[in-house]
């Protein structure tokens, strides 16, 4: 009976209670990087691919270390007769990361290194717990997310919970095989970090998000990319008017080039 207890608690810990508690905090977080990104903004500095990585860093870092707290109050003091009980725990906590990143790799080499042909596929059903980082990453075109949070969690979480009982490092069955899976994920990790480097070298240029960085383009940043003009120009606004933005702007410009290089049949009706 009592092994029943801790094998459900540790199954319903694994899948529903640490992506609920991940994506919890991860919503907080997000939101305190919104305001950073915003404090930046008023301060009028260019939030560039650098500072942006630094904050995602900060984030996940920040994330890391509050679901490893996390994981360690809820492990409380471990008796020593726990500590085989805490270990095959471990392996409960560490098999969702070792499946999703297994799904990663496989599904970014199947696509080409390439993440909108990646579709849905297992991979999908493997993040139904993260349904909120998955829908997330789709609209926020930060498709790394998919891979670093699921499995960044649930190492934390792992490592934290085991915490009390990291020694010794081995002697039992339950202890062979967290190790086992930890040395597993760490050789699965450089795989994965390899196929960054490799999606780096088939798409120079284009960044985690895959679109145009439009703050190194706004005129009104410091150390932006505008070229600067090299004279006075000839029209000058002397008052704030309102302006049309992005598409609503540009749209004149593309139905003037389309009506002038289309040739439409007399019967054509809009």
Not at 145 to 165: C, E, K, R
Not at 187 to 194: D, K, Q
Request: charged share 10%.
């Amino acid at each position: 009976m009592q092994n029943r207890k801790w094998i459900l608690t540790s199954l319903v810990m694994t899948f529903f209670g640490i992506p609920i508690l991940a994506q919890f905090l991860a919503a907080v977080i997000a939101m305190l990087g919104v305001g950073l990104a915003g404090i930046i903004e008023v301060c009028n500095i260019l939030i560039t691919p650098t500072i942006y990585l630094l904050l995602n860093i900060f984030m996940l870092a920040l994330g890391a270390l509050m679901l490893f707290f996390s994981g360690r109050v809820w492990a409380g003091d471990s008796a020593p007769e726990k500590r085989e009980i805490a270990a095959w725990r471990q392996c409960f906590f560490l098999l969702p990361a070792l499946l999703t990143l297994i799904g990663w790799i496989i599904a970014l080499h199947l696509a080409d290194y390439q993440f909108r042909q990646m579709g849905a596929g297992w991979l999908a059903d493997l993040m139904l717990p993260w349904l909120g980082v998955l829908l997330a990453s789709l609209v926020g075109g930060e498709y790394w997310w998919l891979v670093i949070i699921p499995v960044g969690a649930h190492i934390s979480f792992s490592l934290g919970y085991g915490w009390p009982t990291r020694y010794p490092l081995t002697g039992t069955s339950g202890l062979r095989c967290r190790n086992s899976h930890l040395f597993i994920l760490l050789m699965l990790g450089f795989v994965a970090g390899y196929q960054a480097y490799l999606y780096k070298q088939l798409n120079p240029g284009v960044g985690v998000r895959e679109n145009i960085d439009t703050w190194a383009w706004r005129p009104d940043k410091l150390n932006n990319q505008l070229t600067p003009l090299r004279g006075k120009p000839q029209i000058q606004f002397t008052q704030n008017w309102p302006r049309l933005d992005g598409a609503t702007a540009a749209y004149p410009i593309y139905a003037s080039a389309f009506y002038a290089l289309s040739v439409l049949p007399e019967d054509f009706h809009e």
